[in-house]
């Protein structure tokens, strides 16, 4: 049977449920630490959908599950990760500088800088 993505995959900080997503940008702007973005995609409603581009940068503050409308993105468990041998990140300036990158990129994923 295959998981609920409600379910911790357990090794990741974050993760989305895809089927619940509507492509709002709302996690990726309030993300303080430049984690999410959003990629074109075609099958998608909106034409986009949420990637999480830096899992690595996610400081498990859980501002993307508070506040998606949709409950489609949901952030580990801070002591469940901790004893799955796991930590978050610490707020970098570059992860800041990021952020603010992504933002200036009308929410996309820097990846997608200049296409359209
Ligand atoms: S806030 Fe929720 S619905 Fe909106 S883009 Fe993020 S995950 Fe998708
Ligand atoms: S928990 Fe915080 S740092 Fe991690 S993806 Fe969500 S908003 Fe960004």
Known sequence: ????????PGDQPVWV????????????????SG????????????GAMIS???????????ECELTCPDFAIYV??????KAAGFSFAKLTDEAKERQAAIVA????SLSEQGVK
């Open 105 to 108: 990129n009308n929410y996309m």
């Open 1 to 8: 049977m295959a998981a609920s993505p409600m379910v911790n």
């Open 76 to 81: 580990a468990d801070k002591q469940e990760f």
């Open 52 to 62: 999480i581009d830096h899992p690595e940068a996610c400081i498990g503050c859980n």
């Open 35 to 46: 984690v999410l973005g959003m990629k074109y995609e075609s099958t998608s409603t909106l």
């Open 17 to 32: 449920n895809t089927d619940n997503c509507k492509a709002c940008d709302i996690c990726v702007s309030v993300c303080p």
